[in-house]
């Protein structure tokens, strides 16, 4: 299996041949297998795919949040600052959560406590992790509101949850997050639940503060639309595996596997008219009983006996970018 | 040529439960969901409808069905008002032409039911033909959605979202309507399978000879789909003209920040995906004066703050409700 | 012709295969069908007298010859509980089925039509609910007079509220669903809509609180028998009232076994209803070739 270099001294997090099955009743989940990426210090780092790809499994695992029985970390190692996080404590792991990695959500509506002033929660995170006093979180809190755009921070602070729109509810998960200035972010389908122009704003917000604090954000999504505006590589999931991996130029650009270009080939667009647009025929395959080989060969337009037979390795395209495909250059 | 469907005037308005210190502070009673549009839908076209949750469009489409009645104003079905006193014949053959898809796959099939039986109803609602030939027609229509056979007998939950969605469409389309209105048919499916149902219903509309009324958030979606468009903001039509229109240009500060907002999947259009506008979408309650979009809007001056703009033809075939439309218009030109 | 009768059958021998994989469900039925079987040849099966006082064999425990020990008229058990067993199906079935259709049907009602139906319906049931069951049925079997019929009309008419108000919530959830919705566009009548599509999706709640609801009726049936205001004086739940009495002479078997019928005989009922509901789920039903391959496959 392709071993990416973690040598690098740019990478800050570096997931190594991760598998993670959820063990049911029903069967076996395969979840995530195989997986190997390295997201680099102060870059945007898109995971895109569909349901079932494993971009949420994956996130939860990094975190330490996965639940652990069913779920069960089979192979693979997660290097962070040095150590593997998968062998860190539950301890360990609640020390590094909103310290150093924090997480915010798909759905603001439901992340926040509804019994909780927001400014409090804010600076909850300072109080556990670095034993600030409750007077001086909060002003910290309301530094932070103002810094993701919420107006009049110092008088909202004093709020509950429910006075918030979606949009300033997903500020505050922001502002949380940042708290403690954390080096790495993840962020999953952040923006899934808001409308586009609060997307934009939530969007641009999280750039910035990239930027400002070159902290590394693992943006999780489907849209590739984000991915090509937000990020600067890109992960490329399907059914629990990792098909291409590349900076968001090239794979846009030279998508060297069938199933990138295929979701590239089948995306609508704003931006210009397209008569008629191919699709990948089939549907997503059952994760319990997955498709032999590579996972994408019976939607894929490439796939011969080789395919169906062996599941491909991670062909190196150059440093730090694969694809997982028998006939990349054929793509 | 007279338009297949027109909508004249058409609002709807919800009565809001107050509590007592409401009333007392007079506070308004109604949500005025959709507040007096009007459109028309060509015969054989698709024509979008387009706006974020809370504009109005579905509420708009269940009166076009006539699950909701209006508050006031029209709806015209081949010049019979869908609302109003029809011969008892007439009334069901109305509501049997206009069909519909929505958008949660699995809640709109009947869990109990298998699916034949389910594309089956609508025969069976109207008591068309035989037994056997309503089997027929319904195996014909599972076949012309791209359901295989075997699937006839199968139950809901024994499908996938995008085949479901194919039942849904197959039953919407067992008493040759002429009308769809398709309800966010692919927001609640993934993305590889949403351009096979996007491609399902085009070869569908030209092979049943179908008009669309498709409403969806999604811009680039309502691109690919349509050949008119409308957008909607808060209850009423901000912008009405042909899609290429609408897309290269929009006259309506709304549309233009819509637009400005959609990221493009295309990392050498490198523009992170902005929004000038300020605050958030007013609730529907409480309804701005004026111009509804003026508490956000970038261009607004003082007129739009106390009069609400009409929906105005700014060129041939394209309406905007805007008092700056023109200016807008002008830079396009010159740009 | 024949055909017909072929599929009828094989739909028939489909059901009591998803049924039955349910065993508790499968022995609950046999268990029934055997109670009843009882309860309908108990004359037969038991001397014509078995009402009769004997006092010389008042409050024996169970032996050879009374394998259930005798009541404190001396009467054998055995034969009391067969007795008994007609009186207490009789109601479960009559009053439970009358307190069902009555409670689906207004929660039915309520639940589609909203508005002032609504109101009326609910505000109706909570006339009932407001004053209490056994004070109801009584003020009611005392002027109807104590009859079986009066009896079953009484208990039945009095429990529906409970009913309808779970059937008016469940309808209420199912009509926000999009498929209700689609049907009204489609052109279904409220009848079709109703019967063809709320109903069969609340089959659930509704075996299920039915069968719940049994012990609830065998029990107050028992009451009204104490109270003389019921026809029959052998039933399980009048023999249950009785023999408390005699407690503290230690006729533990007095108690014992009446009780245990009425405790077998709901838990039969709710086995039942639990196997009727696994067996018509759609989601639980494996997948099978299509009625014509069966019957095809069956003719080779």
Redesign the interface.
């Known amino acids: 299996m392709f071993n990416l270099q973690t040598e690098r001294s740019d990478s800050l997090i570096s997931v190594q041949d991760l598998s993670v099955r959820f063990y049911l009743e029903s069967g076996v989940v395969n979840a995530v297998e195989h997986l190997s990426f390295t997201a680099r210090k102060g870059l945007g780092f898109g995971i895109v795919g569909e349901s079932g790809s494993g971009k949420t499994v994956t996130a939860l695992t990094i975190m330490g949040l996965l639940a652990a029985p069913p779920g069960r970390i089979d192979s693979g190692k997660i290097m962070f600052n040095g150590t593997d996080l998968l062998k860190n404590s539950q301890e360990e792991m609640r020390r590094l959560r909103g310290k150093r990695i924090a997480m915010i959500y798909q759905d603001p509506m439901t992340s926040l406590n509804p019994v909780l002033k927001v400014g409090f929660q804010i600076g909850e995170a300072l109080t556990i992790h670095e034993k600030m006093p409750q007077r001086e979180a909060e002003k910290r809190a309301i530094e932070l509101m103002t810094a993701t755009g919420i107006p009049e921070a110092e008088k909202r602070a004093q709020e509950y949850p429910h006075r918030f729109s979606g949009g300033m509810r997903q500020r505050i998960m922001i502002a949380m997050a940042l708290a403690t200035k954390p080096d790495l972010l993840i962020a999953d389908e952040p923006t899934t639940a808001l409308d586009v122009i609060t997307q934009a704003q939530i969007l641009s917000l999280l750039r910035d503060l990239q930027q400002k604090h070159n902290m590394t954000v693992i943006l999780i999504t489907h849209d590739l639309g984000i991915v090509a505006q937000v990020c600067d590589e890109v992960l490329v999931m399907y059914a629990g595996h990792g098909m291409q991996l590349d900076t968001v130029q090239n794979v846009f650009s030279h998508p060297n596997h069938p199933y990138t270009r295929g979701l590239l080939e089948s995306t609508t667009r704003a931006d210009r008219d397209v008569k008629r647009l191919s699709s990948i025929p089939g549907s997503i395959p059952d994760l319990i009983n997955p498709p032999t080989g590579c996972r994408f060969h019976p939607r894929c337009p490439l796939a011969d006996k080789k395919c169906a037979r062996e599941e491909p390795p991670a062909l190196a395209v150059k440093a730090g970018a694969y694809s997982k495909c028998w006939h990349p250059e054929l793509s | 040529m007279e338009a297949l469907l027109k909508v004249e005037k058409l609002s709807k308005h919800f009565k809001v439960k107050r509590t007592l210190t409401e009333m007392t502070r007079n506070a308004p009673r109604v949500i005025k969901a959709v507040d007096n549009i009007s459109f028309e839908v060509q015969r054989g076209g698709t024509f979008g409808l387009v706006g974020?949750?809370g504009c109005g469009k579905t509420t708009a489409t269940k009166v076009i069905?006539?699950?909701l009645k209006p508050t006031s104003g029209h709806v015209f079905f081949e010049g019979d008002d869908v609302h109003g006193k029809l011969a008892k014949s007439r009334y069901?053959q109305v509501?049997?032409e206009?069909?519909?898809v929505?958008?949660?796959p699995a809640?709109?099939?009947?869990?109990?039911m298998?699916i034949g039986q389910i594309i089956r109803?609508?025969l069976d609602?109207?008591r068309s033909g035989t037994t056997d030939s309503r089997e027929e027609t319904a195996r014909k229509m599972l076949d012309a959605v791209g359901l295989t056979a075997?699937q006839?007998?199968r139950?809901p939950?024994?499908l996938?979202g995008?085949?479901q969605q194919r039942v849904?469409i197959a039953?919407a389309l067992t008493?040759h309507p002429k009308i769809v209105i398709l309800d966010e048919p692919v927001s609640a499916l993934?993305?590889?399978?949403?351009?096979?149902i996007?491609?399902l219903l085009?070869d569908l509309q030209s092979e049943f000879g179908l008009t669309y009324i498709f409403v969806a958030?999604?811009?680039?979606?309502v691109?690919?789909m349509c050949d008119h468009v409308a957008v909607m903001y808060l209850g009423r039509i901000a912008e009405n003209c042909a899609t290429?229109e609408l897309?290269e240009h929009p006259t309506h500060p709304y549309t233009m920040?819509?637009?400005?907002?959609?990221?493009?999947?295309?990392?050498?259009?490198?523009?992170?995906?902005?929004?000038n506008?300020r605050g958030?979408?007013p609730s529907p309650i409480n309804l701005p004066t004026g111009c509804r979009f003026h508490t956000r809007c970038p261009h607004a001056i003082d007129k739009c703050k106390t009069i609400e703009p009409d929906l105005l033809e700014v060129t041939k075939g394209h309406l905007a409700s805007c008092h700056l439309a023109d200016t807008f218009v002008t830079e396009a030109e010159v740009s | 012709m024949t055909s017909e009768l072929s599929i009828y059958r094989l739909r028939l021998a489909n059901f009591w295969r998803g049924y039955s994989r349910n065993r508790g469900a499968a022995f609950s039925f046999f268990f029934l069908i055997a109670l009843i079987s009882i309860a309908i040849f108990a004359d037969y099966l038991f001397p014509r007298n078995f009402e009769a006082p004997d006092i010389s064999r008042e409050m024996l425990p169970p032996s050879l010859s009374n394998p259930l020990g005798t009541d404190y008229l001396g009467r054998d058990q055995v034969a009391l509980i067969a007795f008994g067993a007609r009186t207490s199906l009789i109601i479960a079935f009559a009053a439970g089925g009358l307190l069902a259709v009555i409670g689906t049907l207004a929660g039915l009602l309520a639940g589609y039509h909203g508005g002032r139906m609504e109101g009326l319906i609910m505000r109706f049931a909570d006339i009932f609910l407001t004053i209490p069951t056994l004070p109801l049925i009584l003020v009611i079997v005392s002027l109807t007079g104590p009859s079986l019929l009066n009896v079953m009309f009484a208990i039945g008419l009095t429990s529906w509220p409970v009913m309808a108000r779970v059937v008016r919530s469940d309808t209420l959830a199912l009509m926000k669903r999009e498929f209700i919705e689609i049907e009204k566009v489609m052109g279904a009548s409220a009848r079709r809509i109703v019967f063809r599509h709320l109903l069969p999706n609340q089959l659930n709640s509704i075996f299920v609180y039915t069968s719940l609801s049994i012990p609830v009726v065998i029990l107050t049936e028992a009451a009204l028998e104490f109270l003389g205001l019921a026809p029959l004086s052998v039933s399980w739940g009048f023999m249950l009232n009785t023999s408390l009495s005699y407690w503290i002479l230690g006729t533990w078997w007095m108690s014992f076994i009446p009780g245990f019928a009425i405790f077998i005989t709901a838990l039969a009922f709710y086995f039942v209803s639990e196997g009727l509901k696994e067996a018509l789920n759609p989601k639980l039903k494996r997948r099978r070739e299509s009625l014509v391959v069966q019957l095809a496959d069956r003719k080779k």
């Not at chain 2, 819509?258 to 929004?275: F, G, Y």
Request: without cysteine.
């Open positions: 974020e949750s069905l006539g699950i069901k509501h049997r206009i069909q519909a929505f958008q949660d809640g709109s099939l009947d869990p109990r298998t109803e609508p609602i109207h075997e006839y007998e139950y939950h024994e996938s995008g085949q849904a039953r008493l993934d993305m590889s399978v949403r351009t096979q996007l491609n085009k958030h999604d811009l680039s979606v691109r690919y290429s897309y920040a819509l637009l400005e907002a959609v990221p493009v999947p295309d990392p050498l259009a490198r523009k992170t995906p902005t929004s506008l958030s979408m």
